[in-house]
């Protein structure tokens, strides 16, 4: 009698369907790069930076092509659920894999529950406390201060998961019909605000700021003057345009640029892979770095660089400084100059762009976790999928539960400034693991002859690639280190990218243990699709 062999994978098939089209994929990668989240981040560094805003443009896109490259290589060869994940275990070792890809699900859903937390007051808190202003409304600036107040963010916060977690359980066809209309609203008013920008002049946005905060504080005054003049008394100065200060405004932008990760993720659910992937490894990555530059210089020309550089310096260091009842991202200070109507169409899909990104983020994770299991990293349990909706329901769930309890832990004890410098420690996490080791991958992968000849770019293109991967990798790495205007080089930031990393490791090392040798079995294969 034979002796029964080990079981390989969780099962012979993974039972999804593919559904996704590339336009589908396009959108999904711009939902979770979360975009307005992500330029008006971008926007109140970029001036505490400084730099060449026309070499640090280039570099990116350097950046782009590079991984681009790299992910669409991988991407064709073996589009399965987990993206970087089957890459990277099945050509490095099965621990990096699973550590650089449970990293970025993971703080995929830490952005859950910052989001829920920025929904309600750089959001809604934001929005009603203009409307407060503008059309002079006790009602309103009550309602504004309600919700950025510690119970209305707590009880809305609450709401925002629930109903982010309904849309991603129901099923994929619905989420893609619902991406499809809300990626339309998004990219318009993406539009309108870049267009704002333009056409605003630098004497409009001054009369019309310093009328705005004369209102709101009930006293005349040249704020627009003394926002500068209290920045310098409290230690800012304008950074110059030197080399350092261009590779860290480059550091900034390619750590969002490197979108190709998160397209990747889906592949095992993706029709016509090949234009998929070129969607959401080029298309997706040079949109988004043309909004974030578009942004920045268009912001810096209407606002003023020095007055820009100083109040985002207030935001950071003395926020109870700025005379204005909402933090003064950019949206928020291109409002006091645009008619009131396009000020809260602004508002308001930014704020819907924060709940919209939830769903997107919760199957990412989700994703993840069905392919850790699918190769008995995890219980089987995660990679059982809904009869009715052929997806990881169980999965999605406990995504939606770890992102309530993160709410909670994230909302009690931090403001909501300090949650915006947060980004910088997970980017940095993000460019240590994953992002470093699929350029080193991208090297490697020679000596793995049955999945280099699946490459459908290979030998000295590829290789290069990796290279400048890398290297503009470690240069990013190397800034978020050095340069303390991130806010990653701290104590406690580096302690959080540190205990991330090893606690991951020591979660694959303990399923190691418990599955035994059998467990390697599965990376010396392919996942079947």
Known sequence: MEDKKPAIFARNATGLVREISPIGMFFFVIAVLGIFFDTYYADSLAPLLGGNIGGAFLLCLVSIGAFSVVYYSFNVAMPRSGGDYVYVSRVLHPSLGFVGNILIGFFLIVYVSVNAVEFNTTGLGALFSYLGVTQNSSFWTNVGSFASSQTGTIILGIIFIGLASTVAISSLRLYLKIQRISL?????????FLASLAFTSHANFVSSFNSFTSKYTGSQADYYSNVTATATDQGWAAPGGSLFATLSLFTLISSFAIVQTNGAQLLGETRNVKRAALWANVGAAVFFVIVIFLSIILSSNVFGSNFYGGINYLLYTAPSRVPLPFL???DSLIAVAVNPVIAVIIFAVSAYSLFFFTPAAYMYFSRGLFAYSFDRIFPKWFSDLSPRTNSPLKATVVASIISLILFFAIELPFTTAYIYLFTSIITLVWDMVPYLMMGIA????????AIYQLLPIKG????IAGVVAIALDLTAIYFYLTNSAFGANTRAGLIIAASSIIACFVIYAISR???GPSLSLSFKEIPPE
């Open 184 to 192: 339309y609203i998004i990219l318009f008013t993406v539009a309108l």
């Open 328 to 330: 003064p991202y950019t």
């Open 442 to 449: 991208a090297i490697v992968v020679l000596k793995r002859r």
């Open 460 to 463: 000295a293109e590829l290789v």
């Open 513 to 515: 243990l418990i599955r």
